[in-house]
């Protein structure tokens, strides 16, 4: 099963047991940020429902905050969209 996040209009699929690890993690730091529990409440609702669901810019945030633990490769395709969906406006 794929678990599907639309950041900033862009699908990203995870598998179920890495949207499990991030969750895991998100609710492990929870108390140390309300975006990050909110990441790890959207991420729980994405894994539970065969729906895809959206992370508000704070959730992008957090969840930034949270690939930054681990290594550059493992997490690419989310990493490449986050740095996109958070990367200032040009003019």
Do not use: C, F, W
Not at 30 to 39: E, G, K, N, P, V
Not at 60 to 75: H, I, N, S
């Amino acid at each position: 099963m794929t678990v599907q996040l639309d950041i900033n209009g862009r699908l990203i699929s995870l598998t179920r047991a890495e949207a499990e690890r991030l969750r895991d993690e998100a609710t492990a730091q929870a108390a140390s940020s309300s975006a990050l529990r909110d990441l790890s409440l959207v991420l729980d609702r994405a894994i539970r429902g065969k729906r895809v669901v959206a992370l508000q810019h704070q959730e992008q945030r957090a969840l930034a905050r949270l690939l930054a633990q681990y290594p550059d490769d493992e997490y690419a395709p989310l990493r490449a969209a986050l740095s996109h969906a958070l990367a200032p406006a040009r003019q």
